[in-house]
């Protein structure tokens, strides 16, 4: 059975959500283990999993927010001569010229302190290893020790984790998921500060297709490795848009239908209690996101919504959208319901008089109950892989 040790992400700073935030972690862990025989134990400050499936493990914590650092150890009893044995024979067949040992005591009552544990080990190395010398500033190789109230942990191999906040720690969000590059992105940020995300896509059959719909459920599943079982709700934008497209001003066009689906997105929301809403959406990218085009489409609604793109340069999201393993599906070119209707020459600057006069044209209420209450919810995680979606819906 090996030991891996986990220390915990940015949770020092919520003094009074800790155990809540420990607790919540533990179960996001047990979900992504699922299927492997491990065993969990965990204090206010580390969590130690036993398993004998340790790389796999270590490749899945890598995916789980809320881990500062993955840490394999070997878990020792507390006893100094048996502590420098494991550390000279870990040294054995390495060609390092330089170490340094640290020890971290957290058990206050163990007689040793770090410092003269430091020194205790370093003694009996540089006994056995003739060619070895210690460097404080900069070594070959930092040997960690902790000292804890059960036991003495050696590190043997450290990962970064994912940081952020553990998913479901600051409630349930709604993501507008389109099919490009930056949606999945910003919903990947918001899963990192804790947000459990569910989806929502606009859809207009037949003007755009079942693939562009497949996509978005593979983007959909891409972040699901990070979340927590999201839903998508498909909603049925065909109508909405055509009745823009025949009875308004075509310039006004991509601004209206944009506050059409912030309308949409925050019934879905508040009916389902999802505290906010993201989107991906980038100050100055393209016409819709001027500030004035933010401004106009927001107008619609006082809830709040999270954009956690607003200031990324696009080199930069997609940097993060190849991290993720999101760019190659976001780059399949299959059109979505906004570049079919796409006009010459999108507003830029939307007045919002203008806007009003241009719905009050239309008689939208009718059709905006109905994209509603007609909405197709699909499970994610009972999506299989032959994307049969039929059975879905
Ligand atoms: P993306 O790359 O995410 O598609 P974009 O740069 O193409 O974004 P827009 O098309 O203006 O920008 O959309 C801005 C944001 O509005 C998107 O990031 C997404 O959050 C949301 N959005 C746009 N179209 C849809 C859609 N069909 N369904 C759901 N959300 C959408
Ligand atoms: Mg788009």
Do not use: W
């Amino acid at each position: 059975m090996e030991v891996i040790l986990i220390k915990y992400g940015d949770l020092y700073l919520k003094k009074d959500n800790r155990n809540f935030f420990i607790k919540t972690l533990k179960e996001n862990i047990e979900n992504k283990l699922n299927g492997l025989s491990f065993e969990i134990k965990n204090d206010l400050s580390r969590m130690f999993i036993y398993t004998d499936n340790t790389d796999e493990v270590i490749d899945r914590l890598k995916e789980v927010f809320g881990i500062y650092e993955i840490v394999k150890v070997k878990e020792l009893d507390k006893d100094e001569e048996l502590i420098s044995n494991e550390v000279i024979e870990f040294l054995k067949d390495k060609d390092y010229k330089t170490f340094k040992i640290e020890t971290k005591r957290s058990d206050k009552s163990y007689p040793i302190t770090s410092m003269e544990f430091n020194k205790l080990v370093a003694t009996k190395i540089l006994k056995t290893y003739s060619d070895l010398k210690v460097d404080i500033h900069n070594p070959d190789i930092k040997i960690e020790i902790e000292i804890r109230n059960n036991s003495a942990y050696l590190y043997l191999d450290k990962y970064e984790g994912l940081k952020g906040y553990p998913v479901r720690t600051l409630g349930k969000g709604l993501l507008m998921l389109s099919g490009g590059i930056d949606s999945p992105v910003a919903g990947y940020l918001a899963i990192k500060k804790g947000i459990k995300l569910n989806y929502i896509y606009f859809e207009s059959l037949p003007h755009t297709s079942l693939e562009a719909r497949n996509k978005v459920i593979e983007l959909a599943k891409i972040l699901e490795k990070y979340n927590d079982h999201g839903k998508l709700y498909v909603v049925n934008f065909t109508k909405i848009q055509e009745a823009i497209y025949k009875n308004l001003k075509p310039d006004y066009l991509i601004t209206i239908m944009r506050r059409m689906m912030y309308r949409i997105a925050e019934s879905i929301a508040k009916k389902n209690k999802f505290l906010t809403i993201i989107n991906g959406e980038s100050v100055g990218q393209v016409a819709s996101q001027t500030l004035t085009s933010i401004r106009a489409v927001n107008d619609v609604t006082n809830y709040p919504i999270i954009r956690p793109l607003a200031c990324f340069d696009k080199e930069e999201i997609i940097t993060i959208s190849k991290r993720i393993g999101a760019y190659e599906t976001s780059i399949l070119p299959y059109e979505d319901c906004c570049t079919v209707f796409v006009p010459k020459h999108p507003v830029i600057n939307p007045n919002l008089s203008i806007i009003y006069e241009e719905e009050s044209k239309y008689d939208f209420e009718p059709l905006l109950n109905e994209a509603i209450e007609s909405v197709d919810i699909i499970k994610l995680n009972e999506v299989n892989n032959n994307n049969n979606l039929e059975e879905y819906l």
